[in-house]
C-alpha cells in the first residue's frame, strides 16, 4: 500500500484472532482498514508508521471477527420468556402460534428485529441469517441501520399473515431477492419451515429456485424426537431421504437443529458439503436434547452456530452459544477436548459465514475480507488473570464485555453503547409490544 | 417498627424476588434494612413513609437473595485457563496438583481469594462456601473485606504445603473454627477431599468433630464415571456405602458433583436431608457428565449450585449455572418444566444457604435474615421486553447487569463498581501471578 495515503482506521489490539488459521493469536497486532475491507493485519510496529484517519488503542482487547448468528427469528424477541416450561409440540401450538396469529403484523417485525439488532450488536454478532415473516422489513431495516443480515425467503404450504398460497410466497421473495441482489449488507436465501410443513411439490420448486439464484436453503431438521417419528409417520419416508429425493442435500443445504441426524445422515451431509446449524440453547431449552456436534466436526460436516428466537432463548448472545457448545459436546461425549475454544468460536464465525454461502466476504480476518470486527475487553476485573487467551474469550468473557463492532468499516458499537440505533425510541416501543403480548399471552386457553 | 426513628437503609425496588415463597414476585415493593438485617418488605407505597438515612430508587430492578456459591477453591483464580481440554483425572494429575505444588503458598491464597471475592461480588455473589488450603487467611480476607464465608477446614491423607499430618490438618482446623465461632460473616466447615483420598480412620474422625461442632462435611463425590469406578476396585465397596458405614450419611453432609449418583443413592440422601452441590459448568468442562438434579429434586433432596474452581470452570456466575443448571435439566430429562427458572433461582440462593447450614440467616428475603441483597438492572437494552421477571432474570440477564450488592447491610458493589476493593492493586498482583503461572505451566512435560 502507498504509506502516504491516509488509510480509514487503524485498530491497535492487544491480540487479534483471525480465526484462520484456526487457533491463531497474534499478540500486539495491528488491523488496517480501508473502504469498508480488512487491507492488512501487521505486527504493531509494523504499523504503527502508517497513516489513518481514525486510530484506536485497544490495549486489553482481543479483536476477532463479528459474530455470525446462523439462524434467527430476529422479531420474536418481543416473545421473550412468554412461552416457558414447555417442550417443543406444545410451545409452538400453545403458545407461539396463537400469539404469532393475533400480534405479527409488518409493525411487529420492524420493531422486534430492531430490538434483535440492537441486542445482537451489542453482544459482537455482525451477521444473522434471519426467518421470519415481512422478510422486506428486515432487510429494509438491516440496510437501514448498517446491518449485515442474511434474509429468507419463508416458503411454507399454509397461508400466514404475510402470503396466502405458495405463489405468492416465492413471487415475494423472488422480487425481495431481485432488489437485494450485489446489496453489500443484505443477501437472501430460501427458508422452508420443516419437512412436515413441506410438499413434495414445494420442496422440487424451491430446489429449482435455490440453483438458479444460488441461494442457501434453511430447513428445520430433525428438532426433537417426536418431529422424527412424526415426519417418518406422515410421509412413510425418512426426512433426510426426502429431502434427498427432492435434490435438495446439497452443498446449499442449511439444516437447522439436528439434534436427532444419525451416523448416515451426518455423513450425507458432509459429503456433499451441507451445513448444520447448531442451536444449543434453544434444544435445551424446548428439551429436544444435544445435537451430536462432535461427530458431525469429525466427519467434517461444517456447523454453525445460531441463537433461535427469544421464545426459546431469551438472549441472542453468541458468546453464550459458542461456550455452550463446547461446554456441552464435551460432557455428552466424555471427550474433554471434544470442541476446543478455537472450534467453538470458528462455529460462532466462519461456519456461519461458510453455511450462508458468505465465507468469501466475512467469518474470518483475511485481506480483502469485510472489516465486521467485534472487539472484545479481557481487561475487566473477572476476567483476570488471563493465561490462555481463547479460553478466556471463550469461557470467561461475556457480551458485556464486548467494547466495539464494526460491519463493513463502519463503527456501531463504541464503549458498549449503541451508535446508530435510536435506543429511546426502540424502548418505548418495546414498552408497548410488551403490554400487548402480556394481554395477548393471558388470554390464551390455560394461561 | 416505631415510624419515628430512621432506619438505616430503604430500597424502592421495581421487583422483589424473595425466594421464598418459591416463584413469588413482588411489584413496586421495598425493603427495609436495619442493623444488617431484613427488618421489612413491603408495598411502597406503605414503605415510602418510613424514614431513613438512606433511600435507593432501583426503578427497573430486582432485588434478590445474594447467591451463595456453595463450592468454591477460590484461589484457583490464578489457575484460570490454565488446563482445557483434559478430563478429571489428567487435569488433576498433569496439570492441577503440579501447578499447584509449585505456586500455592499463603500469598497466592491470598491474592487468588481476593480475585475470586471481587469476581463473585460484581455477579451477586453474597456467599462462598471455600474448600482450599490455608483457610485462615480465606477466613481473615473474606472478614477484612465484608464478605460473608463459610471456610473449610481441609482434611486430607496426603501431606500438603498446609499441613503433613491428620493431626496437624486438625489441630489447626478446630483452631480456626474456635476462632471465628459466633462471628457474623465467617464460618466454618469440614472438607474431606473424596472417598478415595481418605482413610476409614479419617473418615470417622471428621464425623466424630462434625457431630462435636455441629459443622457441614463436604466431600467431592461420584465426580466422574471413572472416579465411582476406581473407588468401588480401591476399597471393595460403593463409596456412598463407605461414607454412610462411617456414619457421615446425614444432615451434616454436603456432597459435591454427584454426576454419578444412583436414584437409590439419592432416596437415602434424601431420607437424612443432606445435601448435594450441582456444579454443571464444572461438570461439562472435565466430560464428567451431567447430574441427574432433576430426580434428586423430585425426591426432595437439597440441591445447591456451585462453580467449583476456575480450573474447570473459567468464570465464578452464579447467574450461569442457575441458568445452566435449567437448561440441562431441561435437555437430560426431555422436561421442559424439569427445573423451572423459580427453582433454578431457589438452588442458587437458599439450597446453598441450607447446605451449609445457614437458612436461618440468609438464602431468601424474610424479615430478621442477614440483608444480604444483589440487585439486578432488567433494564438494559438486551433484556427488552420482560414478559415473565423470573425468565428474564434467569435467561436474559448477565452477572453484568448486577448493580448492587450487599452483605449484612453493607454495601459492597454499587453502579456495578467494587467499593471495598483496590482492585488496581489486585490487577498489579494477578499480573504478576499471571507470568509466574505461564512460566510455571510452560515448564510442565508436555506442555
Not at 128 to 139: I, K, L, R, S, T
Not at 271 to 299: E, F, Q, W, Y
Not at 402 to 412: E, F, I, K, M, P
Amino acid at each position: 500500500m502507498p504509506s502516504s495515503t491516509p488509510r480509514d482506521l487503524l485498530i491497535h489490539a492487544r491480540w487479534v484472532v483471525p480465526i484462520e488459521p484456526r487457533g491463531a493469536v497474534l499478540e500486539d497486532h495491528s488491523i488496517v482498514v480501508q473502504a469498508g475491507r480488512i487491507e492488512a493485519i501487521l505486527p504493531r510496529e509494523q504499523a504503527s508508521a502508517i497513516p489513518a484517519r481514525q486510530v484506536l488503542e485497544r490495549p486489553a482487547h482481543a479483536v476477532l471477527p463479528g459474530f455470525v448468528n446462523a439462524h434467527a427469528h430476529a422479531a420474536m424477541t418481543l416473545l421473550r420468556g412468554a412461552a416457558a416450561g414447555r417442550p417443543l409440540e406444545p410451545w409452538l401450538r400453545q403458545v407461539v402460534w396463537p400469539l404469532e396469529s393475533r400480534l405479527v403484523d409488518a409493525d411487529f417485525v420492524r420493531d422486534g428485529t430492531e430490538q434483535a439488532i440492537a441486542e445482537m450488536l451489542l453482544g459482537g454478532t455482525t451477521c444473522f441469517a434471519d426467518m421470519y415473516f415481512f422478510p422486506e422489513v428486515v432487510a429494509q431495516l438491516a440496510s437501514d441501520l448498517g446491518m449485515r443480515a442474511a434474509v429468507a425467503v419463508p416458503v411454507l404450504d399454509v397461508p400466514t399473515v404475510w402470503a396466502a398460497t405458495i405463489d405468492e410466497y416465492l413471487d415475494k421473495g423472488l422480487r425481495l431477492a431481485d432488489e437485494y441482489r450485489g446489496h453489500p449488507l443484505v443477501h437472501t436465501f430460501f427458508a422452508l419451515h420443516s419437512p412436515a410443513l413441506s410438499t413434495d411439490a414445494t420442496l422440487a420448486r424451491v430446489r429449482t429456485l435455490a440453483d438458479q439464484l444460488d441461494a442457501p436453503v434453511m430447513i428445520h431438521l430433525l428438532e426433537s424426537a417426536d418431529d422424527a417419528a412424526r415426519e417418518r409417520s406422515r410421509h412413510g419416508i425418512d426426512p433426510v431421504d426426502r429431502l434427498e429425493r427432492a435434490g435438495l442435500v446439497n452443498n446449499l443445504l442449511v439444516a437447522v437443529h439436528c439434534v436427532h441426524l444419525d451416523e448416515a445422515g451426518i455423513g450425507r451431509f458432509a459429503d456433499v458439503g451441507a451445513s448444520v446449524v447448531h442451536c444449543p440453547t434453544s434444544n435445551l431449552k424446548l428439551a429436544s436434547g444435544i445435537a451430536p456436534v462432535a461427530a458431525m466436526r469429525a466427519a467434517g460436516l461444517n456447523v454453525a452456530l445460531g441463537s433461535d428466537g427469544s421464545a426459546s432463548n431469551d438472549r441472542l448472545d453468541m458468546l453464550s452459544e459458542a461456550r455452550l457448545a463446547a461446554l456441552l459436546a464435551a460432557g455428552a461425549t466424555g471427550d474433554a477436548a471434544a470442541v476446543g475454544a478455537a472450534e467453538a468460536l470458528e462455529m460462532a464465525t466462519l461456519g456461519g459465514a461458510r453455511a450462508m454461502g458468505l465465507d468469501a466476504g466475512i467469518g474470518s480476518l483475511v485481506p480483502g475480507k469485510w472489516a465486521d470486527l467485534c472487539c472484545v475487553d479481557l481487561g475487566k476485573v473477572s476476567v483476570q488473570p488471563v493465561i490462555d487467551v481463547l479460553e478466556s474469550l471463550l469461557h470467561s468473557a461475556s457480551r458485556a464485555d464486548v467494547s466495539d463492532v464494526w460491519v463493513a468499516g463502519r463503527q456501531l458499537v463504541e464503549d458498549a453503547t449503541l451508535l446508530r440505533i435510536d435506543t429511546a425510541s426502540l424502548r418505548a416501543r418495546t414498552n408497548r409490544w410488551q403490554s400487548r403480548v402480556l394481554a395477548a399471552r393471558n388470554s390464551l386457553p390455560g394461561n
